[in-house]
């Protein structure tokens, strides 16, 4: 009996599990078997490493031979275990010291004349590899850049089964052709707007800069307060008046994404095969935007087996732009409400339960009603009452008492349209001081789990960082008439703590709540924009 084994990693979701891929050479009739709970493509790889080997110049054993991964009970899916599978077979076969294998993870899909083909999900695979006290991994060639992100691990990039061999044999190394680096991303990602990724994406020849939004004063001011504190926005107004353009420059007011948050955003964008080609570290918030006929599996993650990311996953640390926000299915706009209050989606399929992230920053965009121009004239509208009830009721009361800012967008003057060298501030002005709010709160929660205000439990803002003295007067009085929920009134205070960042005050003042509440209620408090420019 000849044995060997190598390593390789199954996904699940976003995280990765080290997995032991054991082969069995034994007397008797030629077979292949492959056991482990696999799934159709992983099956298939008992022919595409059998041509893979064959092509590579090594001999097939003519044995019943058995490969095993383990642990069993794991779901393993995908091409990514055909290069150990294909080392553990010609380890058995003595073609490689099996000694020799032991301690290496490989990940890669063969093709059937031995190159070395890309596959979805390196970094995780990688980063799970190394937490299991790995130090080796083999991938292909194209992926090392990515592999390469995770300290502590020595990589090796190959072209072909043949280069694999000839390393791990001490023999000369041949030369290969390169080979592709490009992977298909998951076709129920198709209509996402990922800057950079080629999926409906905005066009990167020229970067959104807020100087470009003529007027909108009150919009501007708010998506700088979102910015700043990572607060939900919900602009609604009038086809035209420039909501989408204002959700598109958010993402260039965030800060750049810390070393951690890249290696999070990375290896999600790597599971659903969306980072964009010579980029292996994401850096910059993303930018998502489903189309409105987005299904919930397209939007939550889901799938055939397993799930998959979603948009609010690609979206983590980034920014979720739902345009058209009242088309949306009521129940897919419902299953939001979980990830807005966590940061992470759980999803449960028969074949499994997993948990990705999903801590976003979501705009909403909708018209006033179907036609988009009610309050613009009684003659204008054509709508019906019951028709404009029931369109603004497809956004739900418990959806949107998590949304801290609600903006109506008015239509542009003909003078604010045309006017020529109006001095609008650039994103690049507006994303310093959103930069410099942020590092005050950090700051201020130095030694706690929480970085931006939006994160912080009501609680603990009613407790440990106070206002000033009579400043929560008004929204206190909306609480006892039933106009603002409990969840409301924390959310308020955060909005309020934002401001006083943004004005480099230490506690919110009366004006700071109050113009929270405004930003929440639209009803006019009273309130007066300070330490912010629109």
């Given at each position: 009996m000849a044995f060997a084994r190598a390593c390789s990693v199954a996904l699940v979701g976003v995280e990765g599990v080290v997995v032991e891929v054991q082969a069995d050479l034994e007397p008797g009739v030629a077979a292949f078997t492959l056991v482990g709970l696999p799934d159709k493509s992983l099956t298939e790889s008992r022919d595409r490493v059998r041509a893979a080997v064959v092509n590579s110049g090594a001999a097939w054993p003519q044995k019943k031979l058995t490969v095993g991964l383990s642990p069993a009970s794991v779901p393993k899916s995908g091409s990514g275990f055909d290069l150990a599978v294909a080392a553990a077979v010609l380890g058995a076969a003595e073609r490689i010291?099996?000694?020799?294998?032991?301690?290496?993870?490989?990940?890669?899909?063969?093709?059937?004349?031995?190159?070395?083909?890309?596959?979805?999900?390196?970094?995780?695979?990688?980063?799970a590899a190394a937490d299991a006290g790995?130090?080796?991994?083999?991938?292909?060639?194209?992926?090392?850049?990515?592999?390469?992100?995770?300290?502590?691990?020595?990589?090796?990039?190959?072209?072909?089964?043949?280069?694999?061999?000839?390393?791990?044999?001490?023999?000369?190394?041949?030369?290969?052709?390169?080979?592709?680096?490009?992977?298909?991303?998951?076709?129920?990602?198709?209509?996402?707007?990922?800057?950079?990724?080629?999926l409906g994406a905005v066009t990167s020849d020229h970067t959104p800069d807020l100087a470009d939004v003529a007027g909108q004063h009150m919009a501007r001011a708010a998506l700088e307060v979102a910015a700043a504190g990572r607060h939900h926005v919900f602009f609604k107004g009038?086809?035209?008046?420039?909501?989408?353009?204002?959700?598109?420059?958010?993402?260039?007011?965030?800060?750049?994404?810390?070393?951690?948050?890249?290696?999070?955003?990375?290896?999600?964008?790597?599971?659903?095969?969306?980072?964009?080609?010579?980029?292996?570290?994401?850096?910059?918030?993303?930018?998502?935007?489903?189309?409105?006929?987005?299904?919930?599996?397209?939007?939550?993650?889901?799938?055939?087996?397993?799930?998959?990311?979603?948009?609010?996953?690609?979206?983590?640390?980034?920014v979720l732009f739902l345009d058209e926000a009242a088309e949306f299915h009521s129940s897919v706009l419902d299953a939001l409400r979980q990830p807005l209050e966590s940061g992470h989606v759980v999803i449960a399929r028969a074949a499994g339960m997993l948990r990705m992230p999903a801590r976003f920053l979501m705009v909403l965009a909708a018209n006033p009603c179907p036609c988009g121009r009610h309050g613009m004239g009684d003659d204008i509208c054509e709508c019906r009452p019951s028709t404009i009830k029931r369109y603004r009721a497809r956004l739900s009361g418990p959806l949107m008492d998590r949304v801290d800012l609600r903006v109506t967008v008015e239509p542009v003057t003909r003078a604010e349209l045309l006017q020529l060298h109006t001095g609008?501030?650039?994103?690049?002005?507006?994303?310093?001081?959103?930069?410099?709010?942020?590092?005050?709160?950090?700051?201020?929660?130095?030694?706690?789990?929480?970085?931006?205000?939006?994160e912080v439990p009501g609680h603990e803002l009613r407790t440990r960082w106070h206002v000033q003295a009579g400043a929560l007067a008004k929204a206190e009085q909306d609480l006892d008439r039933g106009l603002l929920t409990a969840r409301g009134l924390d959310r308020v205070l955060r909005v309020a703590w934002t401001l006083a960042d943004l004005g480099g005050r230490d506690r919110p003042s009366s004006n700071d709540v109050n113009w929270a509440l405004e930003l929440r209620t639209g009803v006019r408090r009273g309130a007066v924009l300070e330490g912010l420019r629109t």
């Open positions: 010291d099996p000694r020799v294998l032991a301690d290496i993870v490989m990940i890669g899909e063969l093709g059937l004349d031995g190159r070395v083909r890309p596959v979805r999900g390196v970094l995780p695979a990688v980063l790995y130090e080796q991994v083999v991938v292909p060639e194209c992926a090392v850049p990515e592999a390469s992100l995770v300290p502590g691990v020595s990589v090796l990039g190959v072209r072909s089964l043949r280069q694999l061999i000839a390393v791990l044999t001490d023999e000369p190394v041949p030369e290969e052709e390169p080979v592709s680096g490009e992977i298909r991303p998951d076709p129920f990602l198709a209509g996402l707007a990922l800057p950079g990724t080629g009038p086809p035209g008046a420039g909501k989408t353009m204002l959700a598109e420059r958010l993402p260039g007011l965030l800060p750049e994404l810390s070393r951690k948050e890249s290696l999070e955003v990375t290896a999600v964008h790597s599971v659903a095969g969306v980072l964009p080609p010579g980029q292996p570290l994401v850096d910059r918030p993303s930018y998502c935007a489903p189309h409105h006929s987005a299904t919930m599996a397209s939007l939550v993650g889901g799938g055939n087996g397993l799930p998959r990311p979603g948009a609010v996953s690609l979206a983590h640390h980034g609008a501030e650039t994103s690049a002005t507006v994303a310093e001081r959103v930069k410099t709010a942020r590092e005050r709160a950090a700051r201020r929660y130095e030694g706690t789990p929480w970085r931006t205000n939006s």
